[in-house]
């Protein structure tokens, strides 16, 4: 029996057998398994997280019992303003009711539900694609909009902070670290320096007491939403393991630097990156229908300066882990984070090239959430 058979076996009922137990997903940070179970049984998603990335798994437990509890109270009340098929996952409980198993190897695994006739979004094809992404994510925040933030511990601290990145970026600029910089690099260099006055907006905002901390996914990229395999319409959101306390603007702006660049994050052609207004627009829309009620004045206000951060912050890390060595992200090639770093930065100057535009999309925004 493998490691992830004997793993399974702590969270199925003595009355339930294992079928089979196969790799799932293309997820790249935990081992996932899709465990089916013989007769009439259900399946369910077997998970050993990476405790590498993540130092203390046990509070990613907490955060997803807290958020799940939450939600699927809220379910069940009838004034509830969700779709009735929105899902929500369940955490499975093992045989002496915890919701975690050690392996003795030191492994650390985890059961949830497994969301039957749905799928992840891998590719935008469509506005309405884009349009589903966005009303998933408001869903989200339409739906944990009056938890406690306190409730939730901080599993990424750091996470989103424009000056931590920074000033890592700093230490690791530094000649000892790196030698005489290409063209690209000095494309880079340039760039962070033009606007790391800039960047800290959305913290300054928070330390002025202008934004506040709220709940949020962490991780809204396209392909963390579930849709219905025969409608295509959002049912879910997964990969909850980056729930804390923090912005959503930087949730919102990270679904729109997913969803907007129609070359994706890996081309190597930087000329035809272009943050597309189409989606962007079509994405808002989605959001501001779900999330309305918990959008405040304070957060468009904000707005495009987090669409405009998120690719920067992005393309900041980037490169500070090509300089670094590439310790963080995984790579094929040797300059791939250099390249990634590109991408963002290009489609960070498309949207500046593009601010009218898109301020004037977020007003239409501003102007449809209050007649909602």
């Not at 590719?123 to 989200?140: H, P, W, Y």
């Not at 340039?190 to 928070?206: D, I, M, T």
Request: charged share 25%; hydrophobic share 35%; aromatic share 10%.
């Amino acid at each position: 029996m493998s490691i992830s058979e004997q793993a399974a076996e702590n969270f199925i009922r003595q009355f339930e057998t294992i079928d089979t137990v196969e790799e799932h997903g293309r997820g790249v940070i935990h081992d996932t398994y899709l465990v089916r179970l013989s007769g009439q049984a259900d399946s369910f998603i077997l998970q050993r997280i990476n405790t590498q990335v993540f130092k203390q798994p046990e509070l990613i437990m907490q955060n997803l019992g807290v958020v799940c509890e939450h939600v699927h109270d809220l379910k069940k009340r009838a004034d509830l303003r969700i779709d009735s098929d929105w899902i929500m996952l369940h955490i499975i409980p093992t045989r002496d009711n915890r919701d975690f198993f050690i392996d003795p190897e030191g492994g650390f695994w985890r059961a949830l539900s497994f969301i039957h006739g749905a799928k992840p979004l891998e590719k935008i094809t469509d506005l309405d694609n884009a349009r589903e992404v966005g009303r998933a994510l408001g869903i989200f925040h339409h739906l944990t909009s009056n938890l406690t933030p306190e409730l939730l511990h901080d599993t990424l601290p750091g996470f989103h902070n424009i000056e931590l990145y920074l000033s890592k970026y700093d230490q690791v600029l530094s000649p000892e670290f790196h030698g005489e910089p290409n063209e690209s690099e000095n494309f880079c260099r340039q760039f962070v320096e033009k606007r790391r006055r800039w960047a800290p907006v959305l913290e300054n905002g928070r330390k002025h007491n202008k934004l506040q901390m709220r709940i949020i996914h962490g991780d809204p990229k396209i392909n963390n939403v579930m849709v219905d395999n025969r409608t295509g319409k959002a049912v879910s959101i997964i990969d909850l393991d980056t729930i804390k306390p923090g912005l959503v603007l930087y949730d919102i702006g990270d679904c729109l630097r997913s969803c907007c660049n129609i070359q994706g994050e890996e081309t190597r052609d930087f000329d035809a990156v272009q943050f597309d207004l189409g989606r962007c627009e079509a994405v808002l829309s989605g959001y501001m229908g779900a999330a309305h009620e918990c959008v405040t004045a304070r957060d468009f206000d904000f707005l495009f300066d987090a669409i405009r951060l998120i690719p920067f912050e992005l393309g900041l890390r980037f490169y500070t882990d090509f300089l670094e060595g590439n310790r963080y992200f995984k790579i094929s090639y040797p300059a791939h984070n250099l390249d990634r770093a590109m991408v963002q930065f290009r489609l960070v100057e498309s949207i500046e090239q593009q601010e009218e535009s898109i301020r004037a999309i977020i007003e239409e925004s501003c102007q449809s959430c209050r007649k909602m």
